[in-house]
């Protein structure tokens, strides 16, 4: 079966709305799908229904945005229930946080000399209070001080560079116990993108289990073979579910297309095992 539970659509940082996005998963014989835009379930009705139109199995979903020991992880949410007032609740004040430091990002970008990064941006956002750094990034982008998205993520929105920001997330149990709170099953999302190594990539692991995580991404858009392996590892030693998930975001950008992925190792128990 073709499992795809990670990618995102025009309701945050995705290029396809949510029925387009849908269609082009049937199109490359993904079987089920789980829509999880960062930090909002707006898209999650319309691409149920066009799933079910379509004969895919469809799982709703988010992805929380989340500080840990000062960086910035994400963590997946699958079969949650949207309508689930905690949850809601806790989307609501990260996006109130995210859209503040979208602010800051166009005051950081306007003190290195790039006027209107801001409104730039919100020009590529549905609803506001889900603007991102890839919404900046596009802005850049199309106005030509970088020739694509990760190149301008390079050179100005990361730590050390113009449009640099720090920001305070979601705590990682406050993320894990609104996913729970919800009937979901939190997962962690592409570990191996969060500079966090050895020891300390533990710590995260064993602390994401304490508070109630159930699975780890062990197959995602942005990992290598080498990491297919080292994830494979880890999910059996920490004793999590293991998902599948292609990270996309319909664009260039994008390491995956949906469903285009290798298989789970054998051995590890899959996320949907039970669905």
């Keep these: 079966m073709n499992v795809d539970l990670h990618c995102h659509s025009t309701a945050s940082d995705g290029l396809l709305k949510p029925a387009e996005l849908v269609a082009r998963a049937a199109a490359n014989g993904v079987d089920m799908l789980a829509l999880t835009d960062h930090d909002d379930t707006a898209g999650l009705a319309v691409a149920g229904v066009e799933a079910a139109a379509r004969g895919i199995r ?10 840990w020991q000062g960086t910035t992880i994400h963590v997946i949410g699958l079969q949650i229930d949207p309508g689930n007032a905690r949850l809601q609740d806790g989307l609501a004040a990260v996006r109130a946080s995210r859209a503040l430091r979208a602010v800051r990002i166009g005051e950081a970008l306007e003190q290195a000399g790039i006027r209107g990064s801001l409104a730039g941006a919100m020009a590529y956002v549905e609803d506001p209070s889900t603007i991102g750094r890839t919404h900046f990034a596009r802005f850049l982008v199309d106005i030509g001080r970088a020739p694509d998205v990760k190149s301008v993520f390079r050179r100005y929105l990361v ?3 113009p449009g640099y920001v720090t920001h305070q997330w979601a ?4 993320a894990v116990g609104w ?3 919800s009937g979901g099953i939190a997962v962690l999302a592409h570990p191996g993108r969060y500079k966090v190594e ?5 710590a995260l692991l ?9 699975a780890i991404e062990v197959v ?3 990992h290598t073979p080498a990491q297919y392996r080292e994830f494979t590892q880890l999910a059996r030693e920490f004793g999590l579910l ?5 990270d996309f975001h319909g664009d260039a950008g994008s390491r995956a297309d949906l469903g285009v992925l290798p298989s789970l190792s054998a051995d590890l128990q899959p996320v949907w095992r039970d669905w």
């Design 58 to 67: 469809f799982i709703d979903g988010v992805e929380i945005s989340v500080s």
């Design 159 to 161: 730590k050390g560079t």
């Design 171 to 174: 705590t990682l149990g406050d």
């Design 179 to 181: 996913i729970r709170a």
């Design 198 to 202: 050895g020891a300390e990539r533990r």
């Design 206 to 214: 064993a602390e994401f289990k304490e508070c109630g995580g159930a």
């Design 220 to 222: 995602t858009g942005s």
């Design 242 to 246: 293991a998902s599948r998930g292609s």
